[in-house]
């Protein structure tokens, strides 16, 4: 086949991404890619062969095929021609790494973006590069690694007056900091998040779906079920104006835990379970690995402890083969759980001070007081029990005194678990 019939048929594929028929396009793309062989020495089939690559991983990323898209990244640095086209597969590479759980290709993937970007000025792809890079550190545990990325990228976003660039920084910042146990600061975050998503002009559904359910998570770790479902049910009131899986899936998980927060476990559980059929569809890890920890809690909840014990142990399976520490204390949390429940405190005792060893070591502040006032419960001693509860009171007068908003501070440390523990 002719360059000018693959142009023209490059255009069609163009067309029909516009359009939305992104099915047709990646199938369009494909047909390109099978008619013109990589390192062809044909000047302008490569220049349409590296077009139909970048637009069919964009495509692939967008449809949340990531581990496809990871191949066909790989495969568009492979062949490129150019820094130019080299940076762009570099990020895509990041990017879908991240997504399918193979954190340290993305991480030396990132960095290798970051010193392109640097070489070339390309302020743009800096920005991008120090944006993946803290998500992955986020992913991977490093908070305060993570935290100082996502400041540098937000200084060049600003800079370069990309406001969905901001937006979504500001998002990923709040999430860090979520991570921390530093909810004042991670509210502060997705507020400022939100305000940014609105001022965009645009068609923002997505944005404004992502916007609503981390701000609406930051309120449920503190307790505040009523103003959370108000967010986690505006973002699910635009599902059907999206396509993405992933964020339509995380408003199902944490609007199924507000769910469990209120004692409506079998709606709770069916929120739960939807939202664990759509991750695993969009093959992203991430959420699959949050939503394995919330049916975990859940189910024991229910008093369904097989199916608990199931989903603590995949929770655990992945973060043992994939060294994400943070993931391996929540899983032996939801086991120590399961093992109290199963009437052996001593085996409950054994994984519970794992997990917190863990969970000290990941910061996961929240954790951190509900492993102390668990291991209070099973406690042998008085004295043993007194300590726990007041390292657990300890940490949650940390979460509690930087909450700006008085109600809010009230709400959580009136809390039914945060009162199990302070008196």
Same mark, same amino acid.
């Given at each position: 086949m002719d360059t000018d019939t693959m142009q023209q048929l490059l255009s069609q594929a163009q067309a029909r991404q516009e359009e939305g028929d992104w099915t047709q396009a990646v199938a369009i793309y494909g047909r390109i890619l099978t008619c013109i062989p990589p390192y062809t020495r044909e000047s302008k089939a490569i220049d349409v062969r590296l077009q139909a690559l970048a637009a069919q991983?964009?495509?692939?990323?967008?449809? &949340?095929?990531?581990?496809?898209?990871?191949?066909? %990244? &790989?495969?568009?640095?492979?062949? =490129?021609?150019?820094?130019?086209?080299?940076? $762009?597969?570099?990020?895509?590479?990041a990017n879908s790494a991240s997504r399918t759980g193979y954190y340290p290709r993305a991480i030396v993937t990132c960095k290798e973006a970051l010193r392109l970007a640097r070489d070339h000025h390309d302020e743009m792809s800096k920005a991008k590069a120090l944006t993946l890079l803290g998500s992955v550190y986020t992913s991977t545990d490093r908070l305060e690694d993570a935290i100082i990325y996502f400041k540098k990228s937000i200084a060049l976003a600003e800079k370069l007056k990309d406001v969905?660039?901001?937006?979504?920084?500001?998002?990923?910042?709040?999430?860090?900091?979520?991570r921390r146990g530093k909810?004042?600061? =991670?509210?502060?975050?997705? &507020?400022?998040?939100?305000?940014? $998503?609105? %001022?965009?002009? @645009?068609?923002? $559904?997505?944005? *404004?779906?992502?916007?609503?359910?981390?701000?609406? !998570?930051?309120?449920?770790?503190?307790?505040?079920?009523?103003k959370a479902m108000q967010y986690f049910q505006q973002g699910l009131a635009m599902k059907d104006n999206s396509s993405r899986l992933d964020i339509i899936s995380d408003l199902y998980r944490n609007q199924g835990m507000a769910?469990?927060? !209120?004692?409506?476990?079998? =709606?709770?559980?069916?929120?739960?379970?939807? +939202?664990?059929?759509?991750?695993?569809?969009?093959h992203n890890v991430n959420l699959q690995l949050q939503a394995?920890?919330?049916?975990?809690? +859940?189910?024991?909840?229910?008093?369904?402890? @097989? *199916?608990?014990f199931h989903f603590a142990q995949k929770l655990q399976e992945f973060a043992e083969r994939s060294s994400v520490r943070s993931q391996k204390a929540k899983a032996l949390y939801a086991l120590g759980l399961y093992e109290r429940q199963m009437g052996d405190e001593d085996q409950a005792k054994q994984i519970l001070e794992e997990a917190l060893f863990l969970a000290h070591e990941t910061r996961q502040r929240f954790l951190r007081?509900?492993?102390?006032? @668990?291991?209070?419960?099973?406690?042998?001693?008085p004295g043993l029990r007194d300590v726990h509860l007041r390292l657990a009171a300890e940490l949650i007068q940390e979460i509690a005194a930087p909450l700006e908003d008085e109600e809010l501070r009230q709400i959580f440390l009136a809390a039914p678990p945060v009162q199990n523990v302070l008196n």
């Open positions: 991983t964009n495509l692939l990323t967008l449809q &949340e095929n990531y581990q496809q898209a990871l191949d066909l %990244s &790989e495969r568009f640095y492979a062949e =490129a021609t150019s820094d130019k086209h080299k940076l $762009v597969a570099l990020l895509r590479i969905p660039l901001q937006a979504n920084v500001w998002n990923r910042l709040g999430l860090a900091y979520q909810l004042s600061k =991670a509210i502060q975050c997705h &507020e400022r998040n939100l305000r940014l $998503v609105a %001022s965009i002009g @645009e068609d923002n $559904v997505t944005l *404004q779906m992502i916007a609503l359910n981390n701000l609406g !998570e930051d309120y449920l770790f503190l307790y505040h079920t009523q769910l469990c927060y !209120e004692y409506q476990a079998k =709606a709770g559980l069916e929120s739960l379970y939807q +939202a664990l059929q759509l991750c695993e569809q969009s394995y920890y919330s049916l975990a809690l +859940a189910e024991l909840q229910a008093d369904n402890r @097989e *199916q608990a007081w509900q492993i102390h006032a @668990e291991l209070a419960h099973i406690a042998t001693t």
